[in-house]
């Protein structure tokens, strides 16, 4: 079955950096685009960053951009998000999502709290 599990996140001051990975199981990993997506307390779920299947074409969130980064491993079947020059308003759980076929999948989350 597909699997979608993250890395542990932390708590980082502002104006640091965090790198947040997720692992995939369970499907053709090269064959698919991979997301993450954050949700901050009482906010929607947001899209933040996008890769496509080699990692060829990404696309950010505009209040990310310039500071993530998202980038993929298809041989470890990883996709990771490198997190600099964090703000605050960053502060969220950070979710790795998969479109396979018809049907959406989810990492866990994990929590990302910045503040001094």
């Known amino acids: 079955q597909v699997r979608l599990v993250e890395s542990v996140g932390g708590l980082v001051q502002p104006g640091g950096s965090l790198r947040l990975s997720c692992a995939a199981s369970g499907f053709t990993f090269s064959s698919y685009a991979m997301r993450w997506y954050r949700q901050a307390p009482g906010k929607e779920r947001e899209l933040v960053a996008y890769?496509?299947?080699?990692?060829?074409?990404?696309n950010y969130a505009d209040s990310v951009k310039g500071r993530f980064t998202i980038s993929r491993d298809n041989a470890k079947n990883t996709v990771a998000l490198q997190m600099n020059s964090l703000k605050p308003e960053d502060m969220a759980v950070y979710y790795c999502?998969?479109?396979?076929?018809?049907?959406?999948?989810w990492g866990q989350g994990t929590q990302v709290t910045v503040s001094s």
């Open positions: 999502n998969a479109h396979v076929g018809n049907s959406v999948y």
């Open positions: 890769i496509s299947r080699f990692g060829s074409t990404t």
